[in-house]
């Protein structure tokens, strides 16, 4: 990113995981600039502990765009119905528009701020992991596919059109899942992340282990820089 700073990133895509670019864009074309800007930001949690949790699931949306080249469906922090909440559902849907056939993939995301080691990520957020795709059902997966119908309108033309057929019942398309796992650069340990390829689940996904240096630093700096702009 050159001298460009992670948490500037985070701070421009962070409010689109709240709220659709859509109806943003609605309120601007209404002429009301600075109300878009403010109902939106009103989303963000307050809590330490979801601005935790949420910037995880955010940073790991931004990285399956900017990097597996895939395009979010939608994310479930548009569900909130309070800003400290997170709905119990699949963090993150996306479509992979390449190949023969578009691919829907559902993203489970954990997290962890703690800095040192042993972070023991191995008895925590990794399993963690597994525990939730375990648990999530065939209810759920209807439930999702449901919101991700409803939240197409961002989406390009073309794409949108590849991701209403993924999304039609009886389509067919291929149903994948993948797991995130996001941590500070100093806690990765190969003694820990060995359990990741021994840990055993019904559903098949490949995980992505996010790296990120000073994470706790760079999620404050971000809400920072969001609540700064909402208070002037």
Not at 14 to 42: C, N, W
Not at 144 to 172: F, K, M, N, W
Not at 203 to 219: R, T
Request: glycine share 6%.
């Amino acid at each position: 990113m050159g001298e460009d700073r992670l948490e500037d990133l985070m701070a421009d895509r962070a409010p689109l995981y709240y709220r659709s670019p859509q109806k943003i864009a609605e309120m601007l074309r209404d002429g009301h600039f600075k109300s878009a800007f403010v109902e939106t930001v009103a989303r963000l949690p307050i809590s330490e502990h979801f601005r935790n949790s949420h910037f995880g699931e955010i940073l790991s949306g931004v990285f399956a765009q900017e990097v597996l080249g895939w395009r979010l469906l939608y994310s479930k922090l548009r569900l909130n119905t309070a800003e400290n909440s997170n709905p119990h559902k699949m963090d993150l849907l996306f479509l992979d528009p390449d190949g023969s056939v578009p691919t829907l993939i559902l993203g489970e995301v954990k997290s962890s701020m703690k800095s040192g080691v042993p972070a023991g990520h191995d008895v925590s957020c990794y399993p963690s992991l597994f525990d939730s795709l375990r648990e999530y059902s065939e209810l759920d997966l209807q439930y999702d596919l449901t919101a991700a119908r409803d939240h197409l309108d961002d989406l390009p033309l073309d794409e949108r059109r590849l991701a209403r057929q993924a999304l039609l019942p009886y389509s067919g398309s291929p149903i994948m899942y993948a797991g995130f796992v996001v941590v500070d650069t100093d806690t990765r340990s190969d003694s820990e992340t060995s359990m990741l390829a021994t840990r055993k689940s019904e559903k098949q996904f490949d995980i992505d282990l996010v790296c990120v240096e000073n994470l706790a630093e760079v999620c404050a700096a971000t809400y920072g820089l969001l609540k700064a702009m909402r208070d002037v």
